[in-house]
């Protein structure tokens, strides 16, 4: 085995790990080392478990010595986006009015990690309540990309797509209410897979907007996503939405196999003011994809530009219900105050970020009496229309094939003092969200600057079959060649 | 896509309507900033009216999970200390808050 195990993906490591040619203890090592290394360059990490991680890992290894057949994840260590509740692990959010939180409960997919034998390295930095394209947003400072410090990974999971990408984890696990795993993942040039609305069980994370949220993993191929996939699906009692069918085993689905597959390419996804690299990669792409016998097509998703528009009045509707539970009562930051209505105004002044505080605002507005028809209800007919348009195009294709965003990672502060520049660097993510539907990114080529350029495979709803097989596919062809983080 | 000083989409009073029923208190510079985000934003979200909708019903859920139904029973442990370890003020095994009623 080389001295570099923190390198490893979650399937070489789990073979290594089986064979007994390394142990969890010293693969857990490996990761916490590299994590001591390379954190003060990334800030990556929000809190760092150390002993928890090696006490699991402990156990994974007694598992791995045992005669049972170890579990899919045993001794693999993960890095956990801060949204998730751990139980005895701070769960802040990246935000100041969750500083001091402690769950006293496990997350359902924090639990079937667990069953999983899975090691949990630490929580990773976001955009305060998951709100945010760049992780700036986090109160307790930025991430930096591994490819270029001076640069963001991307946002909301910047710190689990970064932590991914400089191998401090193997995997992460993220959230994606509008691009938040897609968009960090090609920004830092990883894969991330978004599965359909109700695969996964949200139960134990912090909510943002729970008619688009959806949790997946953060990988450095697509197999190691199909593989936390199987580990993270499946209906949960505790999150009614959660879908009861049956969860496939996605490994087997990795056949390799492109004949055959009908690509969709929506022309009203290549825009202008697309950075020109970004275009090239993609369509370069699509090339790779006919050479081995898919077949590509121009479709139209006509309600494409009104996406954004929608989602951040759906989103932010939400949300403003949402954190409508951070009142300084039961948990959490509370402020000095005389008296109650006092307390709740400036608990919530000095608790939330600006972010946090814009999408309260604008989500209240839009609910408010004499706004609620002309901006949530409008909002939520547009979303309508956009789910019917992805119907009507998977009459005629089997994946969707897109850039995942329209450029590779900008400048720190290059839009912190615009929001909706910022949002609009979710343009090519957000309608999924709006239509519920599975999509994952993976890295298709770099520009000049060797910043990594992210493709968007969107399925059908339950077709995380389809998408994996195409993007393991593309992955084992080898015609995209990858380039590993520069700045790390 | 430079944006401009957008016209004001919404007043100040508005602002301030809004934000204490949403429990915050602003300051004057944020009023101001949040009069001039939430203007820029309203104005950008207006091309929504430019679709014809009428007919068109709202969809407010996605997924196939449906309304499932379960018994009323405890499932969790109880954890009464666990629970209060993180309340800004406690008391006991209650929450302490500031006086309510005179």
Redesign the interface.
Known sequence: MNDELFRLTINDARAALRKREISAVELTRACLERISATEPKLNAFLTVAESEALTQAQAADQRLAGTQPAPALCGIPLGIKDIFCVRGMRTTCASRILENFVPPFDATVIVRLREAGAVFLGKLNMDEFAMGSSTENSAFGPTRNPYDLARVPGGSSGGSAAAVAADECLASLGTDTGGSIRQPAALCGIVGVKPTYSRVSRYGIVAFASSLDQVGPLTKTVRDGAIMMHALAGVDPRDSTCSARPVPDYESALNGELRNLRVGVPKEFFVEGMQPAVDDAVRATLKHLEAAGATAREISLPHSQYAVATYYLIATAEASANLARYDGIRYGFRAEAEDLNELYHRTRALGFGPEVKRRIMLGTFALSSGYYDAYYLKAQRVRTLIRKDFEAAFNTCDVIVTPTSPTTAFRLGEKTQDPLQMYLSDIFTISVNLAGLPALSMPCGYDSDGLPIGLQIIGPAFGEETILRAADALERSGSIARRRPSAV | ?P?RMAEAK?SLD??R???R??????DAQ?EAK?QH??S???E??E???E?E?SG??????????G??M?DDVVT?EP?AD??L?????REGFW?K????IE
């Open positions: 896509m944006l919404i508005g602002v309507h809004v934000a029923l949403a429990r915050l208190a602003l944020e949040l985000d939430l820029s934003i309203l950008y979200v091309k929504l009216t679709l909708l068109v019903e709202p969809t407010a859920q996605v997924g196939d999970a309304t499932p379960r969790n954890a666990a629970v370890a993180n309340a800004p003020a929450f808050v500031p006086k309510i």
